[in-house]
């Protein structure tokens, strides 16, 4: 079975500092990685994704993430927090032998930057 | 155009109402979708429509009925729903049905009475 988990809640932050949201994800096949952001009352934001190649992947706002296969990892990182970062981050699986696009979303960690 | 327009961006409906809710692209892409989010919680996928045909359905009540009347657009009708019904109803775009990212639109948050 395919599973993805966001082991923290919520992570707080001071602005400047470095950042990371933890995901672990368990999938039969190899995986397809994904992170989005989602703001209050809002639509979910593509981030970045993992497909093949370099295990770091960048994407967007500064965000990187770095695929582990060894420890079934894939967290997300920032250098230098920003206040404007505080929302809701989601990863996701897919499994690349699936004929359909069927993703497993984490439980979501809240990202508190403060001042 | 890289969106995905939902509306209405609110809906307030009775149980005994009848509504619709409408998503559309223009990016060109040939799968849709329908997820259920409630509050802090992920995304709960609902249906995916791979080249305008219906391909999962995960088990939704039949009160609730995806339409697909071309590429383009996707709708979601609404007929005697329940009060736990109350969620953001996302839809989500992707190139194809087993590629790529998805592209979620800004939600409409559905409110049953």
Known sequence: AQSVAQPEDQVNVAEGNPLTVKCTYSVSGNPYLFWYVQYPNRGLQFLLKYITGDNLVKGSYGFEAEFNKSQTSFHLKKPSALVSDSALYFCAVRDRKDTVNKFYFGSGTKLNVKP | ?113
Request: net charge neutral; hydrophobic share 30%.
């Open chain 2, 1 to 113: 155009d890289t969106e995905v327009t939902q509306t209405p961006k609110h809906l307030v409906m009775g149980m005994t109402n009848k509504k619709s809710l409408k998503c559309e692209q223009h990016m060109g892409h040939r799968a849709m979708y329908w997820y259920k989010q409630k509050a802090k919680k992920p995304p709960e996928l609902m249906f995916v429509y791979s080249y305008e045909k219906l391909s999962i359905n995960e088990s939704v009540p039949s009160r609730f009925s995806p339409e697909c009347p071309n590429s383009s657009l996707l709708n979601l009708h609404l007929h005697a729903l329940q009060p736990e019904d109350s969620a953001l109803y996302l839809c989500a775009s992707s190139q194809g049905p087993a590629s790529g990212e998805l592209f979620f639109g800004e939600g409409s948050r559905l409110t049953v009475l």
